[in-house]
């Protein structure tokens, strides 16, 4: 993740509290059970310190995560973290910096805003946050020129003459949403939403803003401040993404993986359809590296890739879990239609000339006949694709 370490490790309560007394940290990690006091414990005593660092809990396995996570998140943990997936990790703890870093900058703004006409003025002239005005029929009062550079406008005017209810805010459900908080409360907590750029490119934009008092004759309005995330949300995208995917051929890792095929497992228990795991072997991986080179052979891997992306659905998932082992996870599917499937991927790579020539062994399991976790259904598709690869010997 890029990021270097110091870290302090505690044992015991009366240790937790003194360090949060005497040091500042970026982020703590606590597992979920100690000896002699608990994560819940740990947070509480965060809480009392009134200090805002975010809170990852590290839990010992999925039934325990599943149980604890929501009251933990409810109580203002930040995010909890599978001790047996502890990759994640790095990204969890960075996504937590980053995000107090920008709450504690949108904290400092905002009671600018509220505390001091002054600051008001600086903040209006920061080209970092969108001010604006608006009254309950997205008619813009005022904006100030970063909002305007914001949404790519040519001048205030321009802007102004333009609706933030029927141009700007794409979404009817967000733009309900917006105004619908304003109206109950006067206020507008903190909400995410997209926005769309004079030349039509969306951006996101987060907001909070307040009812502001009406001048004689003037129109009631609200005003919020708007900071563009649109960099931060496709970072974070990124990095969600690199923590999921192959880096050579592009399909899901086996961290992807496994997650989807929990979650194909919750849902075939509680719609009773059934989906089926292929797994693929890429046949003569030693001899394509030592006869053609190391290069050649990734190129294989990514023809493969290749055409297991052309072969798949938008919802199935394709993924490299080992150096030369594949696997595609086909929701709503059987048996035969899995057949269909691997053979169809087959014949594609058999029609693929380039050199050196290239073929699979398959193997096929079936949720739930063929085995009701992960681990038995890729042992029942482990024992077809092998006795493909007999047969093909024998052939």
């Given at each position: 993740?890029?990021?270097?370490?110091?870290?302090?490790?505690?044992?015991?309560?009366?240790?937790?509290?003194?360090?949060?007394?005497?040091?500042?940290?970026?982020?703590?990690?606590?597992?979920?059970?100690?000896?002699?006091?608990?994560?819940?414990?740990?947070?509480?005593?965060?809480?009392?310190?009134?200090?805002?660092?975010?809170?990852?809990?590290?839990?010992?396995?999925?039934?325990?995560?599943?149980?604890?996570?929501?009251?933990?998140?409810?109580?203002?943990?930040?995010?909890?973290?599978?001790?047996?997936?502890?990759?994640?990790?790095?990204?969890?703890?960075?996504?937590?910096?980053?995000?107090?870093?920008?709450?504690?900058?949108?904290?400092?703004?905002?009671?600018?805003?509220?505390?001091?006409?002054?600051?008001?003025?600086?903040?209006?002239?920061?080209?970092?946050?969108?001010?604006?005005?608006?009254?309950?029929?997205?008619?813009?009062?005022?904006?100030?020129?970063?909002?305007?550079?914001?949404?790519?406008?040519?001048?205030?005017?321009?802007?102004?003459?333009?609706?933030?209810?029927?141009?700007?805010?794409?979404?009817?459900?967000?733009?309900?949403?917006?105004?619908?908080?304003?109206?109950?409360?006067?206020?507008?907590?903190?909400?995410?939403?997209?926005?769309?750029?004079?030349?039509?490119?969306?951006?996101?934009?987060?907001?909070?803003?307040?009812?502001?008092?009406?001048?004689?004759?003037?129109?009631?309005?609200?005003?919020?401040?708007?900071?563009?995330?649109?960099?931060?949300?496709?970072?974070?995208?990124?990095?969600?993404?690199?923590?999921?995917?192959?880096?050579?051929?592009?399909?899901?890792?086996?961290?992807?993986?496994?997650?989807?095929?929990?979650?194909?497992?919750?849902?075939?228990d509680r719609t009773s359809?059934?989906?089926?795991?292929?797994?693929?072997?890429?046949?003569?991986?030693?001899?394509?590296?030592?006869?053609?080179?190391?290069?050649?052979?990734?190129?294989?891997?990514?023809?493969?890739?290749?055409?297991?992306?052309?072969?798949?659905?938008?919802?199935?998932?394709?993924?490299?879990?080992?150096?030369?082992?594949?696997?595609?996870?086909?929701?709503?599917?059987?048996?035969?239609?899995?057949?269909?499937?691997?053979?169809?991927?087959?014949?594609?790579?058999s029609s693929d000339k380039?050199?050196?020539?290239?073929?699979?062994?398959?193997?096929?399991?079936?949720?739930?006949?063929?085995?009701?976790?992960?681990?038995?259904?890729?042992?029942?598709?482990?024992?077809?694709?092998?006795?493909?690869?007999?047969?093909?010997?024998?052939?």
């Amino acid at each position: 993740m890029d990021f270097g370490v110091s870290s302090d490790w505690v044992q015991a309560p009366a240790e937790f509290a003194e360090r949060l007394r005497t040091q500042s940290y970026d982020a703590i990690v606590c597992e979920y059970s100690m000896q002699g006091w608990t994560g819940m414990e740990a947070l509480e005593l965060l809480h009392q310190t009134n200090q805002e660092i975010p809170f990852l809990l590290a839990t010992r396995n999925l039934d325990e995560a599943m149980t604890v996570t929501d009251a933990f998140l409810r109580k203002g943990a930040f995010d909890c973290v599978n001790k047996n997936r502890l990759n994640r990790l790095p990204l969890a703890v960075a996504l937590a910096v980053e995000e107090n870093t920008r709450r504690k900058e949108r904290n400092h703004a905002e009671m600018a805003l509220l505390h001091s006409e002054a600051h008001y003025r600086a903040l209006a002239e920061n080209p970092t946050f969108g001010i604006c005005r608006f009254d309950l029929d997205g008619r813009f009062l005022d904006v100030n020129e970063a909002l305007v550079a914001m949404l790519g406008y040519g001048s205030k005017e321009e802007l102004m003459a333009v609706n933030l209810a029927t141009a700007i805010i794409r979404d009817p459900t967000e733009r309900a949403r917006l105004f619908e908080s304003y109206r109950q409360t006067g206020h507008v907590d903190l909400i995410e939403v997209e926005w769309k750029r004079k030349d039509g490119t969306p951006m996101k934009v987060r907001l909070s803003g307040r009812q502001v008092g009406a001048e004689q004759g003037a129109p009631d309005g609200c005003e919020i401040i708007a900071e563009d995330i649109t960099a931060q949300r496709a970072s974070e995208d990124h990095l969600r993404h690199l923590a999921a995917t192959d880096a050579l051929t592009g399909l899901a890792n086996y961290r992807r993986l496994s997650e989807t095929l929990e979650s194909e497992i919750k849902r075939s228990d509680r719609t009773s359809r059934a989906f089926a795991v292929l797994i693929f072997d890429l046949d003569g991986m030693k001899r394509i590296n030592d006869r053609f080179g190391h290069l050649a052979g990734n190129r294989a891997l990514c023809r493969l890739a290749d055409i297991f992306r052309f072969s798949c659905r938008s919802i199935d998932t394709a993924a490299r879990y080992g150096g030369d082992e594949f696997a595609i996870i086909l929701p709503e599917t059987r048996a035969k239609e899995a057949g269909a499937v691997g053979r169809r991927i087959c014949e594609r790579l058999s029609s693929d000339k380039e050199e050196p020539l290239l073929s699979v062994s398959v193997g096929i399991a079936v949720y739930p006949e063929d085995g009701t976790t992960i681990d038995t259904l890729f042992q029942s598709a482990d024992r077809a694709l092998y006795k493909m690869k007999q047969r093909e010997k024998t052939a």
